[in-house]
DNA sequence: CGTCAGCAGTTGAACACTCAACCAATCAAG
DNA sequence: CTTGATTGGTTGAGTGTTCAACTGCTGACG
């Protein structure tokens, strides 16, 4: 695709060479820190992530909803992730006290001692894959672009984004 | 998860900031595109990233292998994405003249005209929804930093990156 | 209080992706 | 040539994700 007469304003071919990196970029990267935590640990990588949300919370739970909007997935699917984690054993669900149509996730025992195996693996990846091979502007950098992304596309609200201020 | 005694080099406050905020706004920038594109076209992400390469092709024709790997997706995927196109009137195969083996995929004239009906929707979100949210030098550290990425998971070989050189 | 709109979460079917097994053509070696 | 290893691509089963429909609870308003 490049100019035609239509309105439409095309990416340069800088962007454009950008926008590819990106998404080829991602794409291996994500595909990889996936494969790595399946292999070794038989997690997928937004399990993973749900894992992880659970363990910083306090009492290791969280609502559904809270869930759903702090990974930015479909309620839908985090209810499918979750049912999976449960079934391993990983996480237990509770019927919420405050609001009976509510339910909390928890993450158990066994879920934590998974957690805490899981995580070597995966920040080692991410270094290795990533923050390791590039300067340390240029990634602070990813972190204002796509803050930026996330904050505009935001769902709902800005709630989940962990803040980027130039302290 | 935060520093325990483990050899693990865990990721500064920053740096995981910066890693959660590129997970969670690229998540839903990808998102986005897709719905966008889904919703108006009626075509997925990695749909749409076939097409454009295959237009982009001389005779607008690719055989499977290359264009897997332009993407970075498996051949398996490749495959099925393919034969949904195909399914779709978008794109045709053939037996490859000089191997046998090969197969070749070429875009219809419908697949064509799709595509070009699609495009602009997908650079308007690309810029509506991350490019012109950004500043251009921090664009450009973007670039950078999916390129190593890109480079150092390199499935199988560099081939398929988009050069990005300083011109 | 009773009704009703809206919210929390689940369900199941349709669809997409992964993985390993597979077939067929090629290529290199004897 | 024939054999065997390798490559190009497909297949189908298993798994994950999406989408729309649904249940049950809450809370606002009359």
Same mark, same amino acid.
């Given at each position: 695709?490049?100019?035609?007469? /239509? ?19 991602? /794409? ?23 894992? %992880? ?15 759903? *909007? ?37 993450? /158990? ?9 899981? *995580? ?5 990846? %991410? ?6 091979? %590039? ?6 950098? %990813?972190?204002?672009?796509?803050? *930026?992304? *996330? ?13 980027? /201020?130039?302290?």
């Amino acid at each position: 695709m490049t100019s035609t007469g /239509t309105g439409t304003r095309w990416l340069t071919a800088g962007q454009q060479r950008v926008w590819r990196t990106f998404l080829l970029g991602s /794409t291996r990267l994500l595909d990889r820190l996936e494969r790595e935590l399946r292999e070794r640990h038989g997690l997928s990588l937004p399990e993973y992530e749900i894992l %992880v949300r659970l363990s910083e919370s306090a009492g290791r739970q969280l609502r559904m909803a809270e869930l759903a *909007a702090s990974v930015s997935h479909s309620r839908s699917r985090v209810t499918h992730t979750v049912t999976r984690l449960e079934a391993a054993g990983l996480v237990r669900r509770t019927v919420c006290p405050t609001d009976r149509r509510g339910v909390v996730a928890e993450l /158990t025992d066994e879920g934590y001692i998974r957690l805490v195996e899981a *995580a070597p693996t995966h920040v080692d990846g %991410v270094r290795g894959h990533l923050v390791d091979l %590039v300067d340390a502007d240029d990634f602070e950098a %990813v972190g204002r672009v796509f803050a *930026a992304a *996330a904050q505009q596309l935001d769902p709902g609200c800005a709630a989940a984004l962990p803040r980027i /201020t130039r302290e």
